[in-house]
């Protein structure tokens, strides 16, 4: 076999191999013996055809088997004899039709990583709001906490108001057609809260437990999913139940029952904490970001391998099925027009990859790299957040082949904090939310 390299740009090559006659022939009798047993030939037993009547009958798809094994068997020397390292599935031409007896010539156009060196990374522009807390904005999450320790008591002989959390049925439309979410049981109204669609809770205030009414409204012409903005509703909706609130008082027995807190003090002072804690995570997470997407926004001739953007495209449908079911909806991939999506999602799905590709660079050029006692923090912290063990996190982690994914992430992060340690910060203040 010979093969020889064609580099057509820095992320693609072509592989053209020449096999031997004698290996297309060893490939035609494996593949005349793969068809003789599956053909159904009148008057000859299964797998006991002859040759000259396989060939008159079925000589397209020998062709076709010993085209196939020919090439299965050819194509991995090929790729070792050039010493590349192919990202994606080759890309197959054939000049002639495979012929019993001589050469047979095919190219093979493959994908490759890029040689990628980052620049520019040592001087990134950031910039960060300074991290601030209001008595508000703690007196905001002791309600959270008060309204998430509410109890729900039967209430009997009510009308669906404020401070009634309501169970129902409903099922209905939007301009006549039925639509994801349009029809739910058991489905819990918290009323007054502004979780529902405001047009839907005015229809429905009043009902009692046990009533049944068909209701109608429209909804807005700025409803975030546009598909029934502006559209009619018409509904059907049964309340199978209605319970009441009860508060608990904003007092130090309140902050015992959260836990080991002796007074409501001792409460807005872990809460403060937690609060900052959050927000300082949320500027790293930001400043990340930004260092990143500045990187990215230097390296735009940076070629990146269709492979590698088709994989970050299909990251973004997970995480919008993830938001739909967040939402209690069914996510039908079925409904997505493939076209529209690509079209709106190619150019940041192509930042991504590149995004990595380049924060890769960074690490080598850095030569960073990730510790034991780093992965043992994160896997310490990931057994935290889930209310489970280290030894249980990574149990899960190796059982689901996903603790290099782990490491590859906790690397991605460390080179970006890299990335931050290096930059010009700004510092601005918090903006001022309009009163």
């Not at 009547?53 to 010993?66: C, H, K, S, Y």
Request: neutral net charge; aromatic residues 6%; proline residues 3%.
């Amino acid at each position: 076999m010979k093969s020889s390299v064609e580099k057509i740009n820095s992320i693609r090559q072509k592989i053209t191999i020449e096999v031997r006659a004698a290996s297309v022939d060893k490939a035609f009798k494996a593949a005349l013996e793969k068809v003789r047993k599956e053909a159904k030939v009148p008057g000859f037993r299964k797998g006991k055809v002859p040759d000259d009547v396989i060939l008159q009958r079925f000589g397209n798809d020998v062709n076709v088997e010993a085209t196939k094994e020919v090439i299965s068997a050819s194509y991995p020397e090929a790729i070792k004899q050039a010493e590349t390292k192919p990202i994606s599935d080759p890309h197959v031409d054939i000049e002639k039709p495979i012929e019993k007896g001589k050469p047979f010539t095919y190219s093979a156009t493959i994908e490759i990583y890029p040689e990628v060196v980052a620049t520019g990374y040592e001087d990134l522009s950031l910039t960060r709001q300074k991290v601030t807390l209001t008595d508000e904005e703690v007196e905001t999450e002791l309600k959270r906490l008060q309204q998430q320790m509410t109890q729900l008591e039967p209430a009997e002989g009510a009308k669906i108001s404020h401070g009634i959390v309501a169970t129902i049925d409903f099922k209905g439309t939007a301009g006549g057609k039925t639509f994801p979410g349009s029809e739910a049981e058991n489905y819990v109204v918290d009323f007054g809260t502004g979780a529902l669609l405001s047009e839907f809770e005015e229809q429905i205030k009043g009902m009692r437990a046990g009533e049944e009414k068909d209701i109608s409204f429209h909804y807005p012409t700025d409803f975030f999913r546009r598909e029934i903005a502006g559209k009619k509703g018409e509904f059907n909706v049964k309340v199978k139940e209605l319970r009441t609130k009860v508060v608990p008082g904003l007092d130090d027995e309140f902050a015992k029952s959260l836990g080991d807190f002796k007074d409501l003090n001792a409460v807005r002072a872990d809460l403060k904490k937690r609060i900052l804690e959050y927000k300082e995570r949320m500027e790293t997470a930001g400043l990340r970001e930004q260092a990143i997407r500045e990187l990215i926004a230097k390296h735009q001739n940076l070629e990146v391998p269709t492979v590698l953007v088709d994989s970050e495209l299909g990251n973004m449908l997970e995480q919008l099925k993830r938001q739909y079911e967040m939402q209690g909806q069914k996510f039908d991939t079925s409904k997505i027009d493939a076209k529209q999506f690509v079209t709106q999602n190619v150019k940041e799905a192509t930042d991504r990859a590149r995004g990595y590709m380049l924060a890769r660079a960074v690490s080598a050029q850095e030569k960073l790299e990730v510790t034991d006692e780093e992965m043992d923090a994160r896997i310490s912290q990931m057994a935290a957040q889930s209310r489970s063990t280290s030894e249980q996190v990574r149990d899960y982690l190796n059982k689901n082949n996903m603790i290099d994914n782990l490491r590859a992430q906790v690397l991605f992060e460390k080179t970006l904090d890299l990335m931050v340690s290096k930059a010009k910060i700004k510092t601005e203040k918090p903006k001022k939310g309009k009163k």
